[in-house]
T-cell receptor
Framework: AQSVTQLGSHVSVSEGALVLLRCNYS??????LFWYVQYPNQGLQLLLK??????LVKGINGFEAEFKKSETSFHLTKPSAHMSDAAEYFC??????????????FGSGTQLTVLP | EPEVTQTPSHQVTQMGQEVILRCVPI?????FYWYRQILGQKVEFLVS????????KSEIFDDQFSVERPDGSNFTLKIRSTKLEDSAMYFC???????????FGQGTRLTVV
């Protein structure tokens, strides 16, 4: 069974500072990995995804994540935080499967606060 | 840009009543999902649907839940007899080919009173 652990349910950074949101996965084989963002009262928007191509993945809004198999990690980073980045961020995993079930397993989320 | 559309955005219902949550997935997608997020908790998988049948369901998806794709465009989630603990944001998602991401709708906030 796959699982995702997000360390830190709340992260606060100053505007302009580095954002680092941590995600570790548990899976017998490297899965597909995703980061989604949820702004207040909105749905889930895909930030970026890892699907076994390049290990450094660039996403929207200046975010990127690096897949590290040895560490079973897929941490999300952004060099300089902006006030508009304040949101909840979810890491998710999905099996690389030829079957029809491709559901995502989500982490518990990290609420990012950006301080002025 | 294609998107997943959910209606209504907010629904209030009395305990014991039936509700139907509606979704219009992206037109060329083949895989359809329902997830829910109870306030303050993680997003949880409910059910996946492919080739006109349920392909996977979680333990949450018990007999009070059902899904249907009544025509070529809609994908519905029915809760037969709602309970207070069914109050949550329900997300529909759809996906295309293997390796592609799931696109989520904006969600329907269900409040059971």
């Amino acid at each position: 069974a796959q699982s995702v652990t997000q360390l830190g349910s709340h992260v606060s950074v100053s505007e302009g500072a580095l954002v680092l949101l941590r995600c570790n996965y548990s899976s017998s084989v490297p899965p597909y990995l995703f980061w989604y963002v949820q702004y207040p009262n909105q749905g889930l928007q895909l930030l970026l995804k890892y699907t076994s191509a390049a290990t450094l993945v660039k996403g929207i809004n200046g975010f990127e994540a690096e897949f590290k198999k040895s560490e079973t990690s897929f941490h999300l980073t952004k060099p300089s935080a902006h006030m508009s980045d304040a949101a909840e961020y979810f890491c998710a995993v999905r099996p690389i499967s030829s079957g029809s079930a491709r559901q995502l397993t989500f982490g518990s989320g990290t609420q990012l606060t950006v301080l002025p | 840009e294609p998107e997943v559309t959910q209606t209504p955005s907010h629904q209030v219902t009395q305990m014991g009543q039936e509700v139907i949550l509606r979704c219009v997935p992206i037109s060329n997608h083949l895989y359809f999902y329902w997830y829910r997020q109870i306030l303050g908790q993680k997003v949880e998988f409910l059910v996946s649907f492919y080739n006109n049948e349920i392909s996977e369901k979680s333990e949450i998806f018990d007999d009070q839940f059902s899904v249907e794709r009544p025509d070529g465009s809609n994908f519905t989630l029915k809760i037969r007899s709602t309970k207070l603990e069914d109050s949550a944001m329900y997300f529909c998602a759809s996906g295309g080919q293997p390796g592609t991401e799931a696109f989520f709708g904006q969600g329907t906030r269900l409040t059971v009173v």
